[in-house]
């Protein structure tokens, strides 16, 4: 069935988690660009047949038209749907760059894995937009993303951290699984990439 | 009105209102509220710019003063509430306008409600994604399918420019009695009557001249 394609793809986007990005469909996402191609291929086919018997194309509502028209709709759905899946990729490429880091090498190898050479590429781009307006606003945005309720938090470290970062003029030792007791706005960009957890309660 | 043994706290009240981290914060509920972009609030946030640097520096002055670590602290939270009020107001804004780019470059007046830093960003967003739109599916497909805006080119309009939804429900408070028509022109009017303080839940869309006005406010 025409059109059947870009909708499996949505699907698969939307089948996963929210926020959360799966692996590039690229077989379904090549598959639904083949139909494409064929739709466009019988359009211009069935206009030739016409043109051929001497009709004019908009003006004869004959089967042939709406041959063509099927095959033009079908097309269309298929471009919405595939925009709509990079579209909301995009969406979540975006997202990392503002919540996990404004570098690739920030993001961690699981997601990074994910995305396709082409995503890399809009996320670099992407992380300049905000780096710039980031300098000429003279303000760091992508920090403090929560309300902040308390100056301090507890925070436990679960990854490898480089030892002897120096915070507020003292050098820690950050060991795994050793508990700290540090200014939120320090802590934040650790917690963001998954080396830190904060601890509640 | 307020009453006379009630003017004391109401004037204290209002002079609170009108203090720069008040506005921020309304600025703020309203930019998050709002399904659209708002007019920038350019001397706003300048001002509280300027505001956090002094507070910022006075902070510095009390720790190398030796005052109580503890007052410190009260003037640090202080603080980072007010930056984290700014920086989540500007960012609300990228954000806004990273998802509707293309509608806000189309429409001059969405465009005329950013500041020059906010319209060079966009304006970089659009291209970034375009490229991106490009390189991943248009130059894929056949010809006449290859643009953004439209599905073919045989569409008359700009049919696939995602749009701000202004029919989506917000919650909002009058600062006075205000009688609202819920429908649009040409519909048989429904006058919603908003008293004064009140929260009520409408369509963006009815109270959107109220509230640009700003007699109304969303939170």
Redesign the interface.
Same mark, same amino acid.
């Given at each position: 069935m025409y059109g059947r394609k870009g909708y499996q793809l949505v699907k698969d986007f939307a089948s996963g988690e929210k926020g959360q990005l799966k692996p590039f469909n690229s077989k379904l996402f090549d598959e639904t660009?083949e139909e494409?191609?064929q739709n466009?291929h019988l359009i211009q086919s069935l206009m030739r047949k016409m043109q051929r018997e001497g009709l004019e194309v908009p003006n004869n509502r004959n089967a042939d038209h709406y041959g063509a028209l099927v095959h033009?709709l079908s097309?269309?759905r298929n471009?919405?749907c595939?925009?709509a899946y990079?579209?909301n990729r995009?969406?979540i490429v975006?997202d990392l760059a503002?919540r996990v880091g404004l570098e690739l090498p920030y993001l961690p190898p699981e997601i990074l894995e994910k995305l396709?050479t082409?995503?890399k590429?809009?996320f670099k781009?992407?992380s300049v937009?905000?780096t710039?307006?980031m300098g000429?606003?003279?303000?760091?945005?992508n920090?403090?993303m929560v309300?902040?309720k308390?100056?301090y938090i507890k925070v436990r470290v679960v990854g490898d951290i480089d030892r002897g970062i120096m915070m507020n003029d003292k050098a820690t030792n950050f060991a795994p699984h050793s508990m700290h007791f540090l200014k939120?706005?320090d802590a934040e960009p650790y917690i963001a990439r998954g080396q830190m957890e904060e601890l509640t309660g | 009105m307020a009453s006379n043994s009630e003017m004391g706290s109401a004037d204290f009240e209002s002079l609170l209102s009108t203090s720069d981290v008040e506005l921020l914060k309304r600025a703020w509920r309203n930019e998050k509220a709002a399904p659209e972009i708002l007019p920038y609030q350019g001397d706003l946030v300048e001002r509280a710019?300027g505001q956090i640097e002094l507070v910022e520096g006075n902070i510095e002055d009390y720790v190398e003063d030796g005052i109580d670590p503890l007052v410190v602290?009260l003037y640090?939270?202080d603080l980072?509430?007010t +930056?984290?009020l700014?920086?989540?107001y500007?960012?609300v804004r990228? #954000?806004k306008i990273?998802?509707f780019m293309f509608h806000i470059l189309k429409s001059e007046e969405a465009e005329s409600r950013l500041s020059e +830093?906010?319209k060079?960003?966009a304006r970089?967003?659009a291209a970034? #994604?375009t490229?991106?739109?490009e390189?991943?599916?248009l130059l894929?497909?056949?010809e006449n399918?290859q643009t953004v805006q439209k +599905?073919?080119l045989i569409s008359d309009e700009d049919d696939?420019v995602p749009e701000p939804n202004l029919d989506t429900f917000v919650v909002c408070r009058s600062k006075n009695s205000l009688k609202l028509n819920l429908y649009e022109e040409g519909e048989t009017p429904v006058i919603l009557d908003l008293d004064r303080g009140e929260p009520s839940f409408v369509r963006y869309r009815a109270v959107k001249r109220a509230f640009e006005s700003g007699e109304v406010e969303l939170i």
């Open positions: 660009i494409c191609e466009h033009h097309l269309i471009k919405r595939l925009m990079v579209h995009a969406e975006r503002w396709t082409l995503e590429e809009y781009n992407h937009a905000i710039s307006y000429k606003a003279g303000l760091e945005l920090v403090d309300p902040p308390d100056p939120r706005t | 710019k602290s640090q939270m980072d509430r +930056q984290f700014l920086r989540s500007l960012r990228l #954000l990273e998802k +830093q906010e060079a960003f970089r967003c970034d #994604l490229k991106h739109f390189e991943s599916v894929k497909l056949p399918y +599905q073919s696939m």
